[in-house]
């Protein structure tokens, strides 16, 4: 069942996996972080702090993907999922210097930033090289894998980080995890679509017509 799934799918998922896992894993004890840890913190700051992630994703990322789709190749596709990717990977580190709402609003603001150029990576990637006959198991596959378990798992685990060890060393694990996931994009590259003589070609042909 998983072993005629493409490479560059096994790949992203894993990647998501991870990547998802590290995030996910401060989003149920975020609001307490704020509260606790950020002079002047509230309630009230951690919705627009999460409000300012949202805004600024929304906003960009339309003419972000409006620009991949016109740029021929999967090469900017990819680096501007990897460099999302890494980039936001300092994000958790960076939670570890924040002491006033408006430092926690900028991060948050760069984080969606990144992540306007990471997400409609990711999708173009991700649909372009799904298997045609199966496309609802493939993205089950992310859906239940990357994002489903690695969610129940990585909350569970990260409430229990903060009360035996504290946020910092919460949010550095969560800063490894990512970033050790960003590295994991770079074995995506050789499963990638490469420009020749203006025309796109796969590096490993893939039959659509039949099950294997």
Not at 11 to 16: A, G, K, P
Not at 167 to 183: H, K, M, N, W, Y
Request: hydrophobic share 55%.
């Amino acid at each position: 069942m998983f072993n005629n799934i493409s490479k560059a799918i096994k790949i992203l998922v894993v990647v998501d996996f991870f990547y998802n896992s590290a995030f996910a894993s401060f989003a149920p004890v975020f609001a307490i972080f704020v509260t606790s840890k950020i002079q002047g913190g509230s309630a009230s700051v951690a919705g627009f702090a999460i409000a300012m992630f949202w805004l600024t994703k929304s906003i960009v990322q339309l003419p972000i993907a409006r620009f991949l789709d016109r740029t021929d190749g999967e090469q900017d596709d990819f680096w501007a999922m990897f460099f999302g990717y890494f980039l936001s990977s300092f994000v958790p580190l960076a939670y570890l210097f924040v002491s006033q709402p408006w430092h926690l609003y900028v991060l948050q603001a760069f984080f969606g930033f990144l992540m306007a150029w990471a997400a409609p990576a990711w999708y173009g990637i991700f649909t372009r090289h799904v298997d045609q006959w199966r496309v609802s198991f493939e993205w089950s596959l992310e859906s239940v894998f990357a994002i489903g378990l690695a969610t129940a798992g990585a909350t569970a685990l990260g409430g229990y980080v903060v009360d035996r060890f504290g946020f910092d060393i919460l949010f550095i694990g969560a800063g490894c995890i990512s970033l050790t996931a960003s590295f994991l994009l770079l074995f995506l590259k050789r499963h990638l679509f490469r420009k020749v003589a203006g025309e796109k070609i796969m590096p490993e042909k893939r039959h659509y017509d039949r099950r294997p």
